[in-house]
């Protein structure tokens, strides 16, 4: 067999073997003498071989030894009939819906035939619990909890931590079995070598030597798998018998032909698979398959007539190394994706660095970054594999990055909560005290009070979120409360103030019609009556206060009609009007009258001191006409000031 061929065998597994080097070896070995004719003894009852025959069978044997030698593809792999079990989408389902199925097949499956379901449920499971996991931890932490007092607790969690401990349980178990079998297997095919040795030393015929090499075969082919360290070794020290035996025997043509007709055809039937294999979509299923069809070459198949040997391997090195070169295609194309992802994956955890060290420190800037980072970290999650020796490195790159942003978000929320507790100390406070006046009866003070609390409430900021639908709830309803009775109250008064409207504007009519007394006293009196009648009536609606300034013109000009002082009756104008704004409530009038009448005694004073102090300049007798008239006008303004005086005491009296 040429070196070529040989080669071939490595693209099967992918890679060159020591078994394969010790091929090499066995190869090399071709060019050397034919093994030795020995002639026949006449004890061998087989009288159909003839002597050339023997030697060609000896040669030929020699060359099937050889052969298979280089037939020999890496160490074994143990193959497992496994029972098919339908992959479900675990995507769609839930954590009890995946310990179900766990649990299903744990306990109701061959442990062989599952791992791919088990790691998948795993994978999907844990995704689904750390994502539960995080969305209770922030909400933990928007709540003011602290990160290092969470504490996650999942009953789900371990009952499917108890099935996935049976599974590993029951898979080590499987395997332990399986190694303990291989070394029985080997201990078992040691056993069928010595038998092999001691063949060529037994004195039968030849046809019943053959029948027990025959099954010495079968049972080494029937064996088993053996520990994986031992298989070359065995497979030599096996052949190398196998060799002795055929070099001794010297098998007869024709039963030599029957062995070689049918390892012909069984290898025709692997090559055929190996042939339709080359057109698989899967590169995943061809390799694998593969695998398979090299070990049932070595196992299962013996040598086939030297004129068909170059030829049907040849056709099995050929569709091997297509198979092998898709694979290596294959394989090109998944390095540049993983480098790909690599590079996305770098991006992502660049990007979470940036948002964390973003300026900015208010909870909707927060929130804004936490949307962020968790749509890169599904962007992370969905990218794609990355080469297994990258995976470890970026990984940890994006727990550094993650970590980092947690950490920053955490003291925000921390000092948002001492915050968020100070507001709600201020709340508390106005809570109570809208809850301590909701039943206040003075509408006006409470109203007023009541408006700017509100309006304070609103500047104060945000409290712990499980306090605060409470207090809203308490300060509002206690607002709602006064405001409601408030309501009720002015409904009441609105009839009322029509009423006096009413009152009043025939009391205006009988006023503007009046004829005083001829006795300014009678008449002060009567005019003083109408005013007190016109106070008893009470308030008016608003749109119609102008009814308030028409009296008091009115009364203004009767007075002005009666012989009285000019200072008495600027006094009565003014209580009149002072009144007339006590009964419509409006109090705004009467603090600027009295900002008015402390402006106007300022000015007073003011002017009567630069006058005194004008006089003490002048050196001339009092009876100067000029300081006459200065003195007369300082006695004006102090007997106005005096009139100012008594405003300010009567308002400083109601």
């Known amino acids: 067999m040429s070196q070529e061929n040989l080669d071939n065998l490595q693209n099967a597994d992918g890679n060159s073997t020591p078994e394969q080097e010790e091929v090499k070896n066995i190869v090399s070995q071709e060019n050397a003498p034919n093994v030795e004719e020995t002639k026949v003894d006449d004890t061998i009852e087989s009288k159909e071989e003839e002597s050339s025959s023997i030697d060609v069978v000896a040669k030929d044997a020699t060359e099937t030894v050889v052969e298979e030698a280089e037939e020999a593809s ?42 791919q379901h088990i790691d998948q449920i795993r ?69 069928l070598i010595d038998e092999l040795k001691h063949l060529i030393n037994k004195e039968e015929k030849m046809s019943d030597t053959f029948k027990e090499f025959r099954d010495i075969q079968d049972k080494w082919s029937s064996a088993g798998q053996v520990p994986k360290a031992k298989s070359s070794d065995l497979w030599r020290n096996y052949h190398h018998h196998i060799e002795n035996f055929y070099d001794y025997l010297r098998l007869n043509n024709e039963m030599r032909d029957l062995d070689f007709k049918h390892n012909l055809e069984e290898k025709i039937k692997i090559v055929e698979r190996a042939e339709y294999l080359v057109n698989e979509s899967s590169i995943k299923v061809a390799f694998d398959e593969l695998q398979l069809l090299h070990r049932l070459w070595k196992e299962e198949t013996g040598p086939v007539a030297k004129e068909y040997r170059d030829a049907i391997w040849d056709r099995f090195s050929n569709a091997t190394k297509i198979i092998h070169d ?45 949307k962020r980072i968790e749509g890169l970290k599904k962007e992370f999650q969905t990218v794609g594999r990355v080469a297994k020796s990258h995976n470890d490195e970026i990984w940890q790159k994006f727990k550094d990055a993650t970590r980092v942003f947690n950490k920053k978000k955490n003291d925000f929320y921390k000092g948002l909560k001492k915050e968020q507790i100070d507001n709600l100390e201020k709340k508390l406070k106005f809570v109570d005290l809208a809850e301590s006046l909701k039943d206040s009866e003075d509408w006006k003070e409470t109203t007023e009070t009541l408006k700017r609390i509100q309006s304070d409430w609103k ?39 029509i009423t006096n409207f009413e009152e009043k504007s025939k009391l205006f009519e009988v006023v503007d019609k009046v004829e005083l007394p001829s006795d300014t006293k009678e008449a002060v009196a009567l005019l003083k009556e109408y005013i007190n009648k016109w106070k008893m009536i009470g308030s008016v609606p608003r749109d119609k206060r102008s009814i308030e ?84 006008k300082i006695d004006r303004l102090k007997e106005n000031l005096s009139l100012w005086k008594k405003k300010l005491d009567y308002l400083r009296s109601i």
């Not at 993983?338 to 992502?348: D, F, G, M, S």
């Not at 402006?599 to 009092?622: A, H, T, W, Y």
Request: proline share 1%.
């Open 459 to 497: 500047k104060i900021g945000h409290v712990p979120k499980a306090q605060s639908d409470e207090i809203w709830n308490k300060f509002r309803g206690a607002c709602n409360h006064f405001f409601d009775r408030l309501t009720e109250n002015r409904k009441g008064k609105d009839s009322e103030l």
């Open 74 to 115: 890496d160490a074994e792999e143990t193959v497992k009939e496994v029972k098919e079990i339908p992959i479900l989408n675990y995507s769609k389902m839930t954590t009890d819906e995946l310990y179900d199925e766990a649990n299903k097949l744990v306990n109701g499956e061959a442990v062989q035939s599952i791992k």
């Open 326 to 370: 898709r694979r290596h295609e294959h394989m090109k194309e998944l390095k540049s994706e993983w480098t790909e992802h690599l590079t996305a994956k770098e991006e992502i955890c660049k990007s979470i660095v940036e948002i964390a060290s973003e300026d900015g420190n208010s909870h909707s800037q927060w929130q804004s970054r936490i």
């Open 549 to 632: 300034n028409q009296f008091n013109n009115l009364i203004d000009k009767l007075f002005d009609k009666l012989d009285l002082d000019k200072n008495e009756t600027a006094l009565i104008k003014f209580k009149n009007r002072i009144e007339s704004f006590l009964a419509s409530d409006e109090m705004n009038k009467v603090y600027h009258e009295r900002d008015v009448i402390r402006k106007k005694m300022d000015e007073i004073r003011k002017e009567v001191s630069q006058l005194d102090n004008n006089l003490g300049f002048f050196n001339v007798s009092p009876d100067n006409p000029l300081v006459k008239d200065v003195t007369r």
């Open 123 to 191: 994978e999907q499971f844990y995704e689904l619990i750390n994502k539960d996991k995080k969305e209770k931890e922030e909400a933990f932490l928007a709540e003011g909890g602290n990160v290092i007092d969470f504490r996650y607790e999942s009953y789900i969690k371990n009952q499917f931590n108890s099935v996935y401990n049976d599974y590993r349980k029951k898979r080590d178990s499987f395997y332990k079995v399986i190694e303990d079998q291989q070394s029985k297997n080997y201990e078992y095919r040691l056993g």
